[in-house]
C-alpha cells in the first residue's frame, strides 16, 4: 500500500513546490497571456521565456504610463517593483512555444530580411541582451503590430524606426511569419 502512495505524494509534494513559486498576480495574466504564459491570441504576446530584464522594463513602462495600452494599464497599475520582478523572473523560466502564426508563404521572405533583426535579437530571434525580447516563437500578428508601431512611432525606439524604416508593411509581415515559426 505504502509503495503505491509514494509516487502519489512525490507528485502532491513537487506540484506544491511549483505552485509556491508561481507569483498570486499571475492569475491576472493567464487570461491574455496564456497558461505559462503561451499566448492562444495572435494579438498578445506569450510571455514564457521571455527575457527578464525585457520584461521588468515593458511591465514596468506600462504601470508608469511609458508605454500605452489601455488593456494592460489597469492590470498592472497597482503592481509594486517587488511584484514586477516576481512576475518577470517567473515568466522568464516557463517552457516558450512555437507560435508558427505567420503566413506560411512569407517564411521565406522573412528569412531573406531577418538580417535586419538578428544582430540585436540573435540569428535564431533569441537576444544575447536581457534588455532585449525574444522574437523566437511569437505570435505573427503580435510581432507585426509591434514592428507597425514602431514604424509609425506609437511605440518609441530610435533604433527599431532607423532599422525597420525602409521596410514595407509586406516585409514586416514576412519577418512576423519568419519569428513566429522559430523555436527557442
Known sequence: MIKQLVPSLILLILTGNALADTPPQVATCVACHGQG?????????SLAGQKQGYLIAQITAFRDGERSSPQMAP???????????????YYATQTAAVAASGDAELVASGHNRAGYCVSCHGMKGVSANDEWPNLAGQQARYLENQLLAFRNGTRDSGLMQ???ADLSEQDLAALAAYFSQLAR
Not at 37 to 45: E, I, L, M, R
Not at 79 to 88: C, F, G, H, Q
Request: proline letters at 7%; zero cysteines; hydrophobic letters at 50%.
Open 37 to 45: 504564459g503561451v499566448s492562444g491570441n495572435p494579438d498578445w504576446p
Open 75 to 89: 492590470m498592472v497599475k497597482s503592481l509594486s517593483d517587488a511584484d514586477i520582478e516576481a512576475l518577470a523572473a
Open 162 to 164: 532607423t532599422v525597420i
